[in-house]
């Protein structure tokens, strides 16, 4: 399984890449919202990430204009996007569901943090099920 | 009629909070802690003891902006906050950690810091991206909330501090 | 600062005889890990030193503490998912057709630990059926009296709602309170906690007609986990659903017992006439 990770913060990038590669997934990473629209774009349907892990406040594109970039492509349904941000209100979290995301991780996380999310999603790898 | 300023009445009659009226010092550590734990390492504690001065600092923050404005900052010495930025980046650790290493690893403690300071305060406000450097300065000594840490043995602190200078008295 | 191994004996008896739990020798690592900070509380920074003072004096409070601080408390939201899945595809829609309208659902997270089990089971609940709290009670249980405290408030760390908990259902089900999260009042009037040594005569409680016993036999020896089913059992209705851990089973333990497979999980049904 493959996935894009989008964060401004290169430690963080590395820590999620880190935490999705040792459950199995190949992964690719982008700085914001726009690097990671256009590491989508021209992907043939086959080629495009299973999951998407996207921080919030980035610079030039955020992450909620991320995900509602990649909703309103119909090409990009198939694509899991979860949030992974240290916005942790109520009010933000109802926000970036309504805009598409399906998950939502809190920073700060552990590493089972993420398997359990993409354990409820069925998104963990077959080598990673127990 | 003559009026002391004790902080007491301005805090009551204005409607600008300070931070003190919001959050106190052992909910900024808990915060901390957890963000320690899961960043930095899962034996990683923050011993809540002052560690004294720091030498040769650096800080890193983010700004709230809402019903209360100011910055969440970070300070510690410039060799922890490289160690912390090795203990974060583990195996991904580069050989030789340049500057931007260390802005992007301190940085993004204090978004995470940051974020739920903001998310514990009321209202809903905004958070900045993370800046590294000198410390903002100091603009309401009556609005701060600090805890003084240490991390292994070295001295680290955590201030959430306003960004407004204090009411004019009344008089 | 190693723990002499009469310490570790006393602390491994008195373990066993208060709560059944079994901590095998090499343990000294956990022993010592888990006392610290108790030792510490009482001013004292050698582990040894604090255990000699509890063994030469004991009191019913540090026993207590000793006892509650090596139970493993590890848990999450919708824990290995099947069990709970299983729950509202198959074991509500048949208990709903066998009871009456009137007749209260009983379901038993009996280690509940910090609790969300409990409200995973209760949130379910609430989703699937209409004034859930009026037809269903959740009976929460666990040796340790913190544990049980920190169920009945059903306030969880930041870090605790990130396990396994989908967050339509945080944004649904809980608020905000300081740094953690409060679950729902609907919630928390479905779910009574209390205090229950499971591997101790238990009191009268049920008849159940669910109970998830989940991650907590295997801490016990054989006699200990064949008394405990025996008693679980006798607290059940005769249709009632039994859900062990991932890594449990009754197989070879209590043979009074039927699987059954719900979906991709099992479960144990009592076996008629047994
Ligand atoms: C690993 S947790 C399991 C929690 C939950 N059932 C789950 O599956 O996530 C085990 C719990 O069993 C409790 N426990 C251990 N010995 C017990 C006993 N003798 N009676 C009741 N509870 C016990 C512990 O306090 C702990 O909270």
Redesign the pocket.
Known sequence: MRALVIDDSRAMRRIVSGILEGLGYETQQAGHGREGLDALEGLAPDQLPDLVCVDWNMPVMDGLQFVSAVRSNPGWRSMTIMMVTSESEHTQIVRALAAGAHEYVIKPFTADAIRDKLALLGLLPQEAVL | MTTLDSGERRRTSDTRPVITDLIDEVTVESIAQEAWISLVGEDEVLVPLPGGPVADPVSSWVDVVGPWTGSVVLTTGRRTAEELTRALLREHSPEVLEDEDVADAFGEIANVVGGNVKAALPGSSGLSLPDVGEAPALRNPDDLCRVELQWRGEPLSISVQGALPPLPAVS | MTLTTTSFDWVRHLVHK????VLQPGKEYLVEARLLPIARQAGLTDVSQFVESVRIRPDADSTRRIV?AL??????WF??GDPFTALTSTVLPSLLGARGPNERLQIW??????G??SYTIAMLLEDALPNAASRVSITA????RE?VERTRAGRFSQLEVNRGLPAPMLVRHFTRAGTEWEVAPALRRMVTASQ?????PLPRMGPFDVV?????L???DLP?KQA?LRRVRDLMRPDGWLFL?AAETTLGVDDSWERVVVGRSSAYRPLKGK
């Open positions: 208060e709560s059944a739990i509650e139970t493993t408390n590890e848990t999450s824990r290995d997270s009996a280690a509940c630990s910090s969300q089990e249980t666990d040796i340790s544990m229950c040594n499971l591997a101790a998830y016993l989940r991650n907590v295997i801490y016990f200990t405990i851990g």
